[in-house]
């Protein structure tokens, strides 16, 4: 019940879970960049990843799509400027709204998935008998995980983008009496290749956010069937809270003048 001591504890905690992700980080990426290379184990985790979340995510962003044209013709009509929902609504997708949908949706799937798996390995002993057999469970596991995510991602947000501005030109045509040919050019208009690139960079982190976070708290689950239901909680909640932090953070470095 000492207050000092609960806070030595929890800071010598967290300093420790701060090392130790660090090192998870470094032996991933060091047995990541010589042989041997498993390809086949790399496709299979981008099929998994990829395009198994795809029904998830482009609902998700034609959805989004809609919605935020609703609400930016709410908006602007207050101030007569019901015209730019077309230009609001490519830049707020491709921006923001599709890179980090996209990482929060997989992010729930994903990382979930991966802890859950990966916890299962090592409460059943089954990472132990790979090193036995002489196999890295870092180049074995982690490392197709990681860069599947990573490859994975860019392509999802860029199906996203494209899917929610279509719902937006749905809304904006169907529902909002907008003129097809106009609300494409205003689309197309307002569109840079830096709003675009910036949003694929953005995902690509956060694609390696997902697949780190499910891989770290999987691999160093403990406890049974709780353990991994404790990894598989704190891969997702984790993984979500970087991705938002990591959207600042890289929004505030690329668009700042």
């Known amino acids: ?24 980080l470094k032996n991933a990426l060091m047995h990541g960049l010589w042989p041997p290379f498993y390809p086949r184990l790399l496709l299979t985790q981008m099929m998994r990843i990829g395009y198994n979340s795809l029904p998830v995510v482009g609902l998700t962003a034609f959805f989004t799509g809609g919605v935020l044209a609703l609400q930016i013709y709410v908006g602007g009509s207050r101030f007569n400027a019901e015209s730019m929902v077309a230009q609001i609504v490519a830049i707020g997708i ?16 994903v990382s979930a998935a991966i802890a859950a798996e990966l916890g ?3 409460v059943t002993e089954q990472i132990d008998a790979l090193v036995t057999l002489s196999t ?13 995510a990573i490859i994975t991602l860019p392509l999802l947000v860029g199906i996203a983008d494209t899917i929610g501005i279509f719902g937006g030109f749905v809304v904006g045509t169907k529902s909002l009496g907008f003129n097809a040919g106009g609300y494409v050019k205003n689309t197309i ?18 694609g390696f956010i997902i697949a780190y976070m499910g891989c770290y708290q ?3 689950s403990r406890g049974g069937a709780q353990g991994v239901g404790r990894a598989t909680t704190n891969a997702v909640v984790s993984a979500s809270i970087l991705i938002l932090a990591a959207n600042y953070l890289m929004t505030s470095l690329i668009f700042t003048d």
């Open 136 to 148: 890295s469970p870092f180049k074995y596991l982690v490392v197709p995980r990681i860069l599947a």
């Open 94 to 109: 491709v921006r923001e709204l599709g890179p980090v949908l996209a990482g929060l949706m997989v992010a729930g799937r």
């Open 189 to 206: 208009d307002i569109l840079e290749m830096h709003d675009v690139v910036s949003g694929l960079i953005k995902s690509a982190v956060f």
């Open 1 to 24: 019940m000492n207050p000092a001591a609960l806070i030595g504890r929890t800071v010598m905690h967290l300093a420790q879970e701060v090392g130790r992700a660090f090192l998870f």
């Open 120 to 122: 299962t390995m090592r």
């Open 218 to 220: 999987g691999f160093y």
